[in-house]
């Protein structure tokens, strides 16, 4: 969030290091693995996701359908420890999925266990779920194995951990009400309302040297999770769509998706950071030939649609051009453009997030400030001599973050 | 070339900053009886002044502009054929179905009426029941109003069945504040400039080109039947051509509350309370640009229209001289490298006339508890994507920007604030570092809304026919190639456009928000309920 000038050295080396490896990789890489290696690097750890693709039982559909239309039906009675967002949708009225994004696949695994009993009730109609149910950790872990779709392109705005995450908002919000308290005060004010502040327990994640084990009673994160239907603007949603690749044009395009998972997960540049309400970004290949793209975005679906005419045109083009019905001007014809996405859109039934009232904006900036604020802390005390200039210089340096 | 004989003068004429007229009237009426308020139309048709008429004289007589609401196109007879629409046009669709719902329906979804502003608690006349018809008047003087009123009066007298609702009366004020609103700031600078509109545009009015210099909006954004700036040709029939939609809103402000937290702020900063106020609109009260002007007011610049409104944000990224949320830098982000870009801001302009009703409070005086405020006029050939998205996406939410990241800050200026633990603030970036960046805390809502509706202006033939009960020519179909931007499903030449009469009843609108694009769409539906059939069996 800070202003930059030009390519850092760090960039122009990923960047050199993206085309020479697209050369020797391209069209070798496998889909992107959602079961996190015990031996992966720390740089290559952040949001992961597994979609779990299950036959829904002849004569179920509709049972199921009612249940996962149904706004007070929540099968997830716990907090979300690790886990970002989930949702439900169904096609072709005898299939279900279920798409999750999570830090670590055990997160997930136990996340479902925990919540066995709703999560028996909507899976209990799909053929082959496991008869122990969610609780059964191994065979619910066998059964996702079983039923998971590869991933060709997974996008994350961040790298972070949910936990992390949550601590950044509520730090953010805590330093704003310190701020705001403090304003107009006198100098032994500030410094008792700076010592209570640098008590924030949230700071503690951020000083890599401590555990991190806030209660959870302490954090925002122990909201339960929560699938309900989503009506206001400012809040986070999901859009997905099912669309028919053009013949011959598979190939070309699963080498662009793996290319572009590559480019994030691994090299971790962000094609499509130019877009600043898109969290996340899947697709899968399904049925041989069809597309089966997932989005997670801020806001109003005219906004997210003007955005990628107009931010990310090109890079939209490549991948929906090869989309059976795809607007020849692509996606600058925004009338064509947003009748296509709504024509192959699929409604999603029932979604749910840790952070849905949260835009991408306000969890960059906090990340950014809480980053800020463990180091400031760190080496400003409460009886700092100077703390009230300091934390002026402190301020003026991080305002964007604060806008 | 634009029909300037169709159009109705309040569409493209005496919007711009000193050419407003002084006297605005609006009288808001609901019909009872389809043949009386047909020969009212016919009665007062000759009065209803075009572009070309105000031309003449430049609106010294007086002007007098009718607008009908949807219960009055649904009783004339026309309801059907906004609704043969719904099914063809995605982009239209979406217009009608505001313009169908009513603004006070959408009021609280789209445009964030809530708490003080909830249409529950707007004046009766906007809450009640649905209006049907305004008549705008404006003149000069206030004689020239008195006869157009006049006439407009004895029309009404002559036909009972005809229900006077309400009247709204605006003036500017005179003097000092010519021009000005009741906070203070010179009102109505920035206004697009309509390709083929056939008068004089000013830097800064239009669309920002590469470089350097501005390029008129196309005509289709303001006048219906018109290419749009998407390329589109949108409400190509002929009752909608050369017609545009007309917003009315009451906005009520609270200038006792902003004089006194302006003063605050000042006070607790060490700066003066106009800074604070030049620092929230964007502009210095005289309306010359923070831009232009980043340290004190230059009245001299505000006089120059060559120059007052000749900026862009390009070289301000981090609102260092206009910070970020100004009201004027959310509403016409221009070029700015921090929102959304040119291609998008052309798709969301609109046209603004703002007219002062009540006293005009002494600077420096107590609030005298009397309600003052502005009489709204909005003018956009699509109401959803234009005055609806800019205040929903714009006004009261940050997400067309990459450096807004607290949905909660809206507009300082006319946002609808929240109270309480989720109440917005505003921040003044500061370029010193010895100095903490401004903050504004707990924004309160300066304004809010009395009322309002949403009107079609239609054209003069349109009104004509209305008027003698006519219904208009068959659409004439031509076949357009395959891939022009003409080949869209509304030119289907089995879709009779010019059926005039009600058939079938309207399907409800959808007067709530399908924020979240998981509507199916009607083939969806209709594939989902075939497959359900089949299922069932």
Same mark, same amino acid.
Request: hydrophobic share 35%; glycine share 8%.
């Given at each position: 969030m800070t202003?930059?000038?030009?390519?850092?050295?760090?960039?122009?080396?990923?960047?050199?290091?993206a085309?020479?490896?697209?050369?020797?990789?391209?069209?070798c890489r496998p889909?992107?693995?959602?079961?996190?290696?015990?031996?992966?690097?720390?740089?290559?750890?952040g949001?992961?996701?597994?979609?779990?693709?299950?036959?829904v039982?002849p004569s179920?559909?509709?049972?199921?359908?009612?249940?996962?239309?149904?706004?007070?039906?929540n099968?997830?009675?716990?907090?979300?420890?690790?886990?970002?967002?989930?949702?439900?949708?169904?096609?072709?009225?005898?299939?279900?999925?279920f798409?999750?994004?999570?830090?670590?696949?055990?997160?997930?695994?136990?996340f479902?266990g925990?919540?066995?009993?709703?999560?028996?009730?909507i899976?209990?109609h799909?053929?082959?779920?496991?008869r122990?149910?969610?609780?059964?950790?191994?065979a619910?872990?066998?059964?996702l194995?079983?039923n998971?779709?590869c991933?060709?392109?997974?996008y994350?705005?961040?790298?972070?951990?949910?936990?992390?995450?949550?601590?950044?908002?509520?730090?953010?919000?805590?330093?704003l009400?310190?701020?705001?308290?403090?304003?107009?005060?006198?100098?032994?004010?500030?410094?008792?309302?700076?010592?209570?502040?640098v008590?924030?327990?949230?700071?503690?994640?951020?000083?890599?040297?401590?555990t991190?084990?806030v209660?959870?009673?302490?954090?925002a994160?122990?909201?339960?999770f929560?699938?309900t239907?989503?009506?206001?603007p400012?809040?986070?949603?999901?859009f997905?769509?099912?669309?028919?690749?053009?013949?011959?044009?598979?190939?070309?395009?699963?080498?662009?998706?793996?290319?572009?998972?590559?480019?994030?997960i691994?090299?971790?540049?962000?094609?499509l950071?130019?877009l600043?309400?898109?969290h996340?970004?899947?697709?899968?290949?399904?049925?041989?030939?069809?597309?089966?793209?997932?989005?997670v975005?801020?806001?109003?679906f005219?906004?997210?649609?003007e955005?990628?005419?107009?931010?990310i045109?090109?890079?939209?083009?490549k991948?929906?051009?090869?989309?059976v019905?795809?607007?020849?001007?692509g996606?600058?014809d925004?009338?064509?453009?947003?009748?296509f996405?709504r024509?192959?859109?699929?409604?999603t039934?029932?979604?749910?997030?840790?952070?849905?009232?949260?835009?991408?904006?306000?969890?960059?900036?906090?990340?950014?400030?809480s980053?800020?604020?463990?180091e400031?802390?760190q080496?400003?005390?409460p009886?700092?001599?100077?703390?009230?200039?300091?934390?002026?210089?402190?301020?003026?340096?991080?305002?964007l973050l604060l806008? | 070339?634009?029909?300037?004989?169709?159009?109705?003068?309040?569409?493209?004429r005496?919007?711009?900053?000193?050419?407003?007229?002084?006297?605005?009237?609006?009288?808001?009426?609901?019909?009872t009886?389809?043949?009386?308020?047909r020969?009212?139309?016919?009665?007062?048709?000759?009065?209803?002044?075009s572009?070309?008429?105000?031309?003449?004289?430049?609106?010294a007589?007086?002007?007098?502009?009718?607008?009908?609401?949807?219960?009055a196109?649904?009783?004339?007879?026309?309801?059907?054929q906004?609704?043969?629409?719904?099914?063809?046009?995605?982009?239209?669709?979406?217009?009608?179905?505001a313009f169908k719902?009513?603004?006070?329906?959408?009021?609280?979804?789209?445009?964030?009426?809530?708490?003080?502003s909830a249409?529950?608690?707007?004046?009766?006349?906007?809450?009640?029941?649905?209006?049907?018809?305004?008549?705008?008047?404006?003149?000069?003087?206030?004689?020239?109003?008195q006869?157009?009123?006049?006439?407009?009066?004895?029309?009404l007298a002559a036909?009972?069945?005809?229900?006077?609702?309400?009247?709204?009366?605006?003036?500017?004020?005179d003097?000092?504040w010519a021009?000005?609103?009741?906070?203070?700031?010179?009102?109505?600078?920035a206004?697009?400039s309509?390709?083929?509109?056939?008068d004089?545009?000013y830097?800064?009015?239009?669309?920002?080109?590469?470089?350097?210099g501005?390029?008129?909006?196309?005509?289709?954004?303001?006048v219906?039947g018109?290419?749009?700036e998407?390329?589109?040709?949108?409400?190509?029939?002929?009752f909608?051509k050369?017609?545009?939609f007309?917003?009315?809103?009451?906005?009520q402000?609270?200038?006792?509350?902003?004089?006194?937290?302006?003063?605050?702020?000042?006070?607790?900063?060490?700066?003066?309370? $106009?800074? /604070?106020?030049?620092k929230m !609109?964007?502009?210095?009260?005289?309306?010359a640009p +923070?831009m232009?002007?980043? &340290?004190? =007011?230059?009245?001299?610049?505000?006089?120059?229209?060559?120059k007052?409104?000749?900026?862009?944000?390009?070289?301000?990224?981090?609102?260092?001289?206009?910070?970020?949320?100004?009201?004027?830098r959310?509403?016409?982000?221009r070029?700015?490298?921090?929102?959304?870009g040119?291609?998008?801001?052309?798709?969301h302009r609109?046209?603004?006339?703002?007219?002062p009703?009540?006293?005009?409070?002494?600077?420096?005086?107590?609030?005298?508890?009397?309600?003052?405020?502005?009489?709204?006029v909005v003018?956009?050939?699509?109401?959803?994507?234009?005055? $609806?998205f /800019?205040?929903?996406?714009? !006004?009261?939410?940050v997400?067309s920007?990459?450096? +807004?990241?607290?949905p909660? &800050?809206? =507009?300082?200026?006319?946002?609808?604030?929240?109270s309480?633990?989720?109440?917005g603030?505003?921040?003044v970036?500061n370029t010193?570092?010895?100095?903490?960046?401004?903050?504004?805390?707990?924004?309160?809502r300066?304004?809010?809304?009395?009322?309002?509706?949403y009107?079609l202006?239609?054209?003069?033939?349109?009104?004509?026919?209305?008027?003698h009960?006519?219904p208009?020519?068959?659409?004439q179909?031509?076949?357009?190639?395959?891939?022009s931007?003409?080949?869209?499903p509304?030119?289907?030449?089995d879709?009779?456009?010019?059926?005039?009469?009600?058939?079938s009843?309207?399907?409800q609108?959808?007067?709530?928000?399908?924020?979240?694009?998981?509507?199916?769409s009607v083939?969806?539906?209709?594939?989902a309920?075939l497959?359900?059939?089949?299922?069932?069996?």
């Amino acid at each position: 969030m800070t202003p930059k000038d030009g390519l850092s050295r760090r960039d122009f080396g990923r960047a050199a290091g993206a085309i020479i490896t697209t050369g020797l990789f391209t069209g070798c890489r496998p889909c992107f693995s959602p079961f996190t290696p015990e031996s992966e690097p720390l740089h290559r750890r952040g949001p992961r996701t597994f979609t779990v693709r299950a036959k829904v039982s002849p004569s179920h559909f509709r049972e199921l359908r009612r249940l996962l239309n149904d706004p007070t039906h929540n099968p997830f009675k716990t907090d979300a420890r690790g886990i970002h967002y989930a949702r439900f949708f169904t096609t072709g009225h005898d299939t279900l999925y279920f798409m999750v994004i999570y830090d670590e696949y055990w997160n997930a695994v136990h996340f479902l266990g925990k919540n066995a009993e709703g999560v028996d009730e909507i899976f209990g109609h799909c053929s082959g779920f496991p008869r122990g149910g969610a609780a059964d950790a191994e065979a619910l872990d066998r059964y996702l194995r079983d039923n998971f779709l590869c991933v060709e392109l997974f996008y994350r705005a961040y790298d972070t951990r949910q936990s992390d995450i949550r601590d950044a908002l509520v730090l953010r919000d805590n330093f704003l009400s310190f701020l705001r308290d403090s304003d107009g005060g006198t100098d032994a004010d500030l410094r008792a309302l700076y010592a209570d502040f640098v008590d924030d327990p949230h700071l503690l994640n951020h000083d890599k040297s401590k555990t991190n084990d806030v209660p959870a009673a302490l954090t925002a994160a122990n909201r339960t999770f929560q699938l309900t239907p989503i009506r206001s603007p400012d809040r986070v949603g999901p859009f997905t769509l099912l669309a028919r690749i053009k013949d011959k044009e598979l190939k070309k395009v699963q080498r662009l998706l793996r290319l572009g998972t590559f480019a994030t997960i691994d090299l971790g540049v962000r094609p499509l950071k130019n877009l600043p309400t898109l969290h996340f970004a899947r697709v899968s290949v399904v049925d041989r030939n069809y597309m089966l793209f997932a989005s997670v975005y801020d806001g109003d679906f005219i906004q997210y649609v003007e955005d990628f005419g107009t931010r990310i045109a090109k890079e939209i083009d490549k991948i929906f051009g090869s989309l059976v019905g795809y607007p020849m001007a692509g996606s600058r014809d925004i009338i064509a453009f947003k009748a296509f996405l709504r024509a192959r859109q699929v409604k999603t039934n029932a979604f749910g997030g840790s952070y849905l009232d949260r835009s991408l904006l306000q969890i960059k900036s906090s990340l950014a400030l809480s980053k800020a604020l463990a180091e400031f802390t760190q080496s400003v005390g409460p009886s700092d001599r100077r703390l009230g200039a300091k934390l002026r210089h402190f301020l003026h340096d991080n305002q964007l973050l604060l806008t | 070339m634009l029909d300037l004989r169709q159009i109705q003068s309040n569409v493209l004429r005496g919007y711009r900053y000193g050419t407003a007229a002084k006297f605005v009237h609006y009288t808001f009426v609901r019909f009872t009886d389809e043949a009386d308020a047909r020969a009212l139309l016919e009665r007062l048709l000759p009065q209803v002044t075009s572009c070309e008429a105000y031309d003449r004289d430049g609106g010294a007589q007086g002007v007098l502009n009718i607008a009908l609401a949807y219960p009055a196109i649904d009783m004339f007879g026309y309801g059907g054929q906004a609704r043969a629409l719904d099914a063809t046009d995605d982009e239209a669709t979406a217009a009608v179905e505001a313009f169908k719902c009513g603004m006070r329906a959408r009021a609280k979804a789209y445009l964030g009426d809530d708490g003080s502003s909830a249409p529950d608690r707007w004046e009766a006349p906007y809450r009640d029941e649905r209006l049907h018809a305004v008549f705008a008047m404006n003149a000069p003087t206030s004689d020239a109003l008195q006869r157009v009123r006049g006439s407009v009066d004895d029309a009404l007298a002559a036909y009972a069945s005809v229900v006077r609702v309400h009247d709204e009366a605006g003036a500017h004020f005179d003097g000092e504040w010519a021009g000005k609103e009741h906070f203070g700031f010179a009102d109505g600078i920035a206004q697009p400039s309509v390709l083929d509109a056939g008068d004089e545009a000013y830097p800064g009015d239009g669309t920002p080109k590469k470089r350097r210099g501005w390029s008129r909006l196309r005509s289709g954004e303001f006048v219906l039947g018109q290419p749009d700036e998407l390329g589109q040709v949108q409400f190509r029939s002929a009752f909608f051509k050369n017609g545009s939609f007309m917003v009315f809103r009451k906005l009520q402000q609270h200038v006792g509350l902003y004089r006194d937290y302006v003063r605050s702020v000042a006070e607790r900063n060490d700066v003066t309370p $106009e800074f /604070v106020g030049a620092k929230m !609109v964007g502009r210095w009260q005289s309306g010359a640009p +923070l831009m232009r002007a980043p &340290d004190e =007011d230059d009245p001299e610049l505000a006089r120059d229209p060559h120059k007052a409104n000749d900026f862009r944000y390009c070289d301000d990224e981090f609102g260092d001289r206009c910070p970020l949320g100004a009201h004027i830098r959310r509403n016409n982000p221009r070029e700015d490298p921090s929102g959304p870009g040119v291609v998008q801001t052309k798709l969301h302009r609109i046209i603004r006339r703002a007219t002062p009703y009540g006293p005009q409070l002494e600077p420096g005086a107590d609030d005298d508890g009397t309600e003052r405020g502005t009489l709204f006029v909005v003018i956009n050939a699509n109401i959803a994507r234009q005055f $609806e998205f /800019v205040q929903r996406n714009w !006004v009261n939410s940050v997400l067309s920007s990459t450096h +807004l990241t607290f949905p909660n &800050d809206r =507009d300082p200026l006319i946002g609808a604030q929240h109270s309480g633990p989720r109440a917005g603030k505003y921040l003044v970036p500061n370029t010193s570092r010895n100095r903490a960046p401004l903050i504004a805390w707990d924004l309160p809502r300066f304004v809010t809304t009395r009322g309002g509706e949403y009107f079609l202006l239609p054209s003069l033939d349109t009104l004509y026919n209305l008027a003698h009960d006519v219904p208009p020519p068959p659409e004439q179909v031509d076949c357009p190639t395959l891939d022009s931007p003409d080949a869209r499903p509304d030119a289907r030449p089995d879709v009779d456009q010019s059926v005039p009469r009600r058939t079938s009843p309207a399907p409800q609108p959808a007067c709530v928000p399908d924020t979240k694009p998981d509507q199916p769409s009607v083939g969806t539906k209709l594939r989902a309920a075939l497959k359900n059939a089949f299922d069932d069996e």
